[in-house]
Antibody, heavy 119, light 112 residues
Framework: EVQLVQSGAEVKKPGESLKISCQVS????????IVWVRQMPGKGLEWMGI????????RYTPSFQGHVSISADKSSNTAYLQWRSLEASDTAIYYC????????????WGQGTPVTVSS | QSVLTQPASVSESLGQSITISCTGT?????????VSWYQQYPGKAPKLIIY???HRPSGVSTRFSGSKSGNTASLTISGLQAEDEANYYC????????????FGGGTKLTVL
């Protein structure tokens, strides 16, 4: 059974760093791209970026380029989303999703990681 | 502002049918048959319900169907049930930069 399990809720202060995770199981991690999506409170879904764990090829949407880093660890079947300096506007739920092979949709999703940034 | 345009909200009665539109351009929706739809309940992860315009993943109700005409894709839900009340997002392939997907702004479906 394919599963994407994300790390738990986080509460941070502005300026702090953070790394959240998405651990996968039930398939070969290096075969499928993993995408990250942001959902701010009461708002819609926004693509952030995507990584291919096999070769660490990473692409970001313009809105998030330079503000977050996406990485993957093949030894633990885990993808990561990282901030060096959080802002209050980073308060959101973050979801990871699996790209279905080389198709153009995402078939499995993590449960989401709520991140609250407040002084 | 989302690249794909969806109505912010729609409503219809139990048992009826409803269609949610997703309008883009010839650079995305109109140019490729790679539109997908996701259903999301509040506080829950998105769920894929339609991919490649018309295809349903295994396990998704046949009451959900997709179509496309020109630059507008549509999601139709027939025989509305209370459990269909959710947010629906369209997304399309759009190869204008290195990240090739775009979202619609989402549509809140209320079942009366």
């Amino acid at each position: 059974e394919v599963q994407l399990v994300q790390s738990g809720a986080e509460v941070k202060k502005p300026g702090e760093s953070l790394k959240i995770s998405c651990q996968v199981s039930g398939y070969i991690f290096t075969n499928n791209w993993i995408v990250w999506v942001r959902q701010m409170p009461g708002k819609g879904l926004e693509w952030m970026g995507i990584i291919h764990p096999g070769d660490s090829d990473t692409r970001y949407t313009p809105s998030f380029q330079g503000h977050v880093s996406i990485s993957a660890d093949k030894s633990s079947n885990t993808a990561y989303l990282q901030w060096r300096s959080l802002e209050a506007s980073d308060t959101a739920i973050y979801y990871c999703g699996r790209r279905d092979g080389y198709n153009f949709h995402f078939d499995y999703w993590g449960q989401g990681t709520p991140v609250t940034v407040s002084s | 502002q989302s690249v794909l345009t969806q109505p912010a909200s729609v409503s219809e009665s139990l048992g009826q049918s409803i269609t949610i539109s997703c309008t883009g351009t010839s650079s995305d929706v109109g140019g490729y048959d790679y539109v997908s739809w996701y259903q999301q309940y509040p506080g829950k992860a998105p769920k894929l319900i339609i991919y490649d315009v018309i295809h349903r993943p295994s396990g998704v109700s046949t009451r959900f169907s997709g179509s496309k005409s020109g630059n507008t894709a549509s999601l139709t839900i027939s025989g509305l049930q209370a459990e269909d009340e959710a947010n629906y997002y369209c997304t399309s392939y759009r190869p204008t930069n290195s990240f090739v997907w775009v979202f619609g702004g989402g549509t809140k479906l209320t079942v009366l």
